[in-house]
């Protein structure tokens, strides 16, 4: 063995994810010694949300988080979190139920032959599709849902599973920054900043078009680099077995349904018709979804032909399949609980408010979206985040010269495209254990898409700010 080769293999690589979130969790323990406590007044805000009064910081007595108290942070951030918790694993079981069924199989067959000679088409096609759901809706954790139905079909059609990812990623955070009518993050921003809801609509439009397009050339480059030889794939180890499972389909003779299995695919259609209504509907969100699941696999499982064991036994192995990703989810959990108890967040938020109010305009609103995306790793909730920041964000625009516009859309792109970049993003991370792409590798390949629309960021407050954007 050579001494590059020896170098190379010794090569610098990030820790694994638990160590890099119990290294946040520690810090943060730490900084709670030495950043003065403080919090804000909660008040009645839109839609019965509590949001905080500006005006109201006030410093209170220290409350350092010890060794005890950091000893239970992790446990703590599982409870906290619960809710992506326990979706995750539904989720990973139900789908694993769907596969035992056979129709994932056979709708991969079906779909890998269709379009074999112009895979590449569905790139686009999907991340438009998602974007738009996301940028109408929000709820960018559909990507839970969306990745599992992918996932085969990409690695049938000689992709990874990198790729797979990325399409449900990308659409549903490109979509969800955007938020052309995005309740969750634009309609409540500018509620809360006092402005007309989904006002400015055109702005957004050309920031929706232009991530999309970004983030669809980006990946088409990949994908065609990992189409052309797989080794140029990321995730080429991690894929060994998934390759084996998903790409004979298609190179076979053409999968036929049986009776049973043609019925238990309309079922699936059913039950995913009456997500799209009760998540449009009548806002339902994971706990709704959860139970939505578990009656899906259950009822398509039956009617496809298995038994109540073999039912069984696919949410087990489902369970199993996604258990690192669900323990990751409470583990970035835990950041937000230490800087809680604490008492610093608060603190953090009115000191990065303060930095801003120091700069001129143009770069006030430069700054704005540095605060958001530096809070956004401990607030990686859309809706959080506004409810938190934007009632220190909208009086301090007035007074450093800024639009509100601006500010709100400083809040969508600081909250945004960081969605899928910092591991205390619960949903995120538990998407990524879902499509089999640990976070690392992750992190190399959107990396420099991050930096491109950290740029476009940049670029788009300049102008907002530069011709006094008022919607």
Not at 66 to 80: K, Q, S
Request: hydrophobic share 50%.
């Amino acid at each position: 063995m050579g001494k590059n080769e020896t170098f190379q293999k010794k090569g610098f690589q990030l820790p694994h994810i638990y160590v890099i979130l119990f290294l946040f969790s520690a810090i943060a323990a730490v900084a709670t010694y030495f950043v003065p406590a403080g919090t804000f007044e909660r008040i009645p805000g839109p839609e019965g949300r509590t949001t905080i009064d500006p005006n109201s910081y006030t410093q209170v007595e220290s409350t350092p988080v010890g060794l005890i108290d950091f000893l239970t942070v992790i446990p703590r951030g599982l409870i906290d979190a619960g809710e992506v918790v326990f979706f995750t694993f539904i989720i990973g079981g139900m789908f694993m139920v769907l596969r035992r069924t056979g129709i994932i199989e056979i709708a991969v067959d079906n779909l890998s032959r269709k379009f074999a000679n112009k895979s590449v088409l569905l790139i686009p096609i999907l991340i438009t599709v998602f974007a738009v759901v996301a940028t109408l809706i929000g709820t960018p954790e559909l990507s839970l849902v969306y990745i599992p139905v992918i996932l085969p079909l990409m690695i049938a059609l000689g992709y990874d599973s990198m790729v797979a990812a990325a399409i449900a990623l990308f659409g549903t955070v490109l979509g969800f920054t955007a938020g052309v009518l995005n309740p969750i993050n634009t309609g409540l921003a500018q509620k809360i900043s006092g402005l007309p809801v989904f006002s400015g609509m055109g702005f957004r439009l050309i920031l929706f078009v232009v991530s999309v397009a970004m983030g669809v050339f980006f990946l088409m480059r990949y994908a065609n680099k990992v189409k052309k030889d797989p080794k140029n794939s990321l995730v080429y180890e991690d894929d060994r077995e998934k390759r084996a499972m998903y790409q004979k389909v298609g190179n076979v003779e053409k999968i036929k349904a049986t009776p049973r299995q043609k019925y238990a695919a309309l079922a699936t259609l059913v039950f995913f018709g009456i997500l799209v209504y009760g998540v449009i509907g009548h806002g339902w969100f994971m706990v709704e979804m959860s139970g939505l699941f578990v009656i899906m696999g259950i009822v398509v499982g039956l009617i496809a032909g298995l038994t109540t064991t073999q039912i069984c036994e696919g949410f087990n192995q489902g369970f199993r399949d996604v258990l690192v990703g669900a323990i990751i989810v409470g583990v970035a959990r835990a950041v937000a609980v230490v800087l809680e108890d604490g008492q610093i967040m608060d603190t953090i938020v009115h000191s990065l408010g303060s930095f801003v109010g120091d700069l001129p305009p143009v770069l006030s609103a430069v700054g704005m979206y540095v605060v958001q995306l530096t809070i956004n790793f401990i607030i990686p909730s859309g809706s959080g985040q506004a409810l938190v920041t934007m009632p220190i964000m909208a009086p301090l625009a007035d007074i450093v010269g800024v639009t509100r516009q601006t500010a709100v859309l400083a809040f969508q792109l600081g909250d945004g495209f960081a969605h899928i970049l910092y591991p205390t993003s619960g949903y995120f991370m538990a998407a990524l254990v879902i499509a089999g792409v640990p976070y690392q590798k992750w992190f190399k390949f959107y990396i420099p898409l991050f930096g491109q629309y950290v740029v476009l960021s940049i670029i788009l407050l300049v102008i907002a700010q530069s011709i006094q954007w008022t919607g």
